[in-house]
C-alpha cells in the first residue's frame, strides 16, 4: 500500500508541474528545499544507530570521525574536482541500489545487483539529462564537457537497464529474488525512467530522493530503532532526527549565504558538493550495517 502511495504522491506533484510549470527559478527553489528539509534528515540519526550497532562507540568519537571523512573528501573535491564527482556518483550509486534492493528484493549483500540498480536510478538518468546538467558540470570541471547526442544517450541507458535486467533474471531463475520483487523493481524503473523523461532533472530527482529513498529510509529507521529502544515513540524519533538536522540546515544555508553563488549551475555546485560530504560517512556506515553478519533487520538508508 505504502508504494502505491508513494506512486501516487508522485504523479500528483509530477502532473502539478506539467499543469503550473513554474519558472526555473521557483521550480530549483521547491525542489532543493523539498531535498533539504526532508531528504537530507534521513541521515540524522546516523548517531544513534550506529551506538545500538557498536556499543564501544560513542557520540562524540562518531562525530569526529563523521566530520573528518567530510572534510577529507572536501579536500578531494578541492584538489581533484573530476575524480570527486565521479566517486560521489559511484558512491551515491551503490548507495541508492542497495537501498532499493533491500527494501524491494531483500538481498542487501549482492553487490552486483546494488551497483546494476544503483545505475539506473542515478546514472541513466544523468545520461539522459547530460546536457541539462552541462552548465553545472562546467563548473566543476577544468575542461569545458562536450554534449552527448540523443543516439549515444539512448544506446548507454538501454545497456544499463539490459544488463540489469538480465542480471535481475538471473537470480530469479536461480531462486535468489521472488517474482513480486522483480515486478516491483521493473516498475520502478520504468516509473524512474518515464518521470526523468517528462520532468526536468530536479523535480525528478527529488522526487526520486525524498519519496522513495529518504521518506522510506527513515521509516525503516523508525521501526528499527522502535524494536531496540524501550518505548520508543515517534515522537522520540522526531527528537533524534531534530539536532543533526537543524544543525545541517543552518549549516549548509549559512556556507551558501556567504559563498554567494553567481548562478543556479554554482548554486547546484555547492548545494551537492555539500552533500556529498555527508553522504560518504553516511553511505560507509550503512554498508558496515547491511554487511554485518551479527546484524539482523538492518535500517535502510
Do not use: C
Not at 562507540?57 to 567530510?70: E, H, N, T
Request: aromatic content about 16%.
Amino acid at each position: 500500500m505504502i508504494k502505491y502511495l508513494q506512486y501516487g504522491l508522485a504523479l500528483v506533484v509530477g502532473s502539478l508541474y506539467l499543469v503550473f510549470i513554474p519558472d526555473d527559478d521557483v521550480t530549483n527553489i521547491v525542489a532543493l528545499t523539498a531535498i533539504l528539509f526532508f531528504g537530507v534528515p534521513h541521515g540524522a540519526i546516523d548517531h544513534k544507530i550506529h551506538l545500538k550497532f557498536s556499543k564501544k562507540s560513542s557520540v562524540k568519537k562518531f562525530i569526529l570521525i563523521y566530520v573528518l571523512v567530510g572534510l577529507g573528501f572536501l579536500l578531494w573535491w578541492v584538489l581533484m574536482p573530476l575524480k570527486a564527482l565521479l566517486i560521489f556518483i559511484i558512491l551515491s550509486a551503490y548507495h541508492f541500489g542497495q537501498e532499493l534492493i533491500e527494501d524491494i528484493a531483500e538481498t542487501p549483500k549482492d553487490p552486483i545487483l546494488n551497483l546494476s540498480w544503483g545505475l539506473i536510478v542515478l546514472v541513466s538518468p544523468i545520461i539522459l539529462k547530460f546536457n541539462e546538467l552541462m552548465p553545472t558540470l562546467n563548473f566543476i570541471g577544468v575542461q569545458p564537457a562536450s554534449t552527448i547526442s540523443k543516439e549515444i544517450q539512448i544506446i548507454t541507458i538501454l545497456v544499463i537497464h539490459l544488463l540489469s535486467y538480465s542480471y535481475l533474471g538471473y537470480l530469479f531463475f536461480k531462486g535468489v529474488i521472488h517474482k513480486t520483487a522483480v515486478f516491483r523493481l521493473v516498475l520502478f524503473s520504468i516509473y524512474l525512467m518515464l518521470s526523468y523523461f517528462i520532468l526536468p532533472f530536479i523535480v525528478a530527482f527529488a522526487l526520486y530522493f525524498v519519496l522513495f529513498h529518504s521518506i522510506n529510509a527513515m521509516r525503516h529507521q523508525f521501526f528499527w530503532m522502535k524494536d531496540r529502544t524501550t518505548e520508543y515513540t515517534f515522537v522520540s524519533f522526531l527528537k533524534d532526527l531534530s539536532p543533526f538536522t537543524l544543525l545541517t540546515i543552518v549549516g549548509m544555508s549559512g556556507l551558501i549565504y556567504y559563498l554567494d553563488p553567481a548562478d543556479w549551475s554554482v548554486f547546484f555546485t555547492y548545494f551537492f558538493v555539500f552533500i556529498s560530504l555527508l553522504t560518504l560517512p553516511h553511505a560507509i556506515l550503512f554498508d558496515e550495517l547491511y554487511l554485518s553478519k551479527n546484524t539482523t533487520n538492518q535500517p535502510k538508508g
